[in-house]
Nanobody, 121 residues
C-alpha cells in the first residue's frame, strides 16, 4: 500500500516562511509527477505547484515568485518552500503524486492526508 505523508505545516506570521515535505512510502516501482494542492475554508481544492521527474515545474499565478517546489527522486520526497506568506495562503495543503506500485504497472493517483498552514496578519 502506497502512502504520502506530509509534514511542516503550522502557524506563521505574514511575511514569514514555511517548508512542507511529503514522503511516499510503500512498495513503489516509479513516481512520475508530484505536486501540492490546497483547500481554503469554503473553497475548492486548487493547484499550487507541480514538478515532473525531470524537474520541470508549474505554479499557480498566485504563488509564482514566492513558492518553490522541488523533489528528491532518490527519497521519493517532494518539498514546497513557501516564502513571503500571506493570510490568503491559509489552507490545508495536500501532497499529490502519480505512483506506480510494484507489480501494478500503471500509475495511480495518491493523495496525502493534508497539513494545515495558517498565516496570521
Amino acid at each position: 500500500q502506497v502512502q504520502l505523508v506530509e509534514s511542516g505545516g503550522g502557524l506563521v506570521q505574514a511575511g514569514g516562511s514555511l517548508r512542507l515535505s511529503c514522503a511516499a512510502s510503500g512498495r513503489i516501482l516509479s513516481i512520475s509527477d508530484m505536486g501540492w494542492y490546497r483547500q481554503a475554508p469554503g473553497k475548492q481544492r486548487e493547484l499550487v505547484a507541480t514538478i515532473t521527474t525531470g524537474g520541470s515545474t508549474n505554479y499557480a499565478d498566485s504563488v509564482k515568485g514566492r513558492f518553490t517546489i522541488s523533489r528528491d527522486n532518490a527519497k521519493n520526497t517532494v518539498f514546497l518552500q513557501m516564502d513571503s506568506l500571506k493570510p490568503e495562503d491559509t489552507a490545508v495543503y495536500y501532497c499529490n503524486a502519480k505512483v506506480m506500485p510494484v507489480l501494478t504497472y500503471r500509475y495511480l493517483e495518491v493523495w496525502g492526508q493534508g497539513t494545515l498552514v495558517t498565516v496570521s496578519s
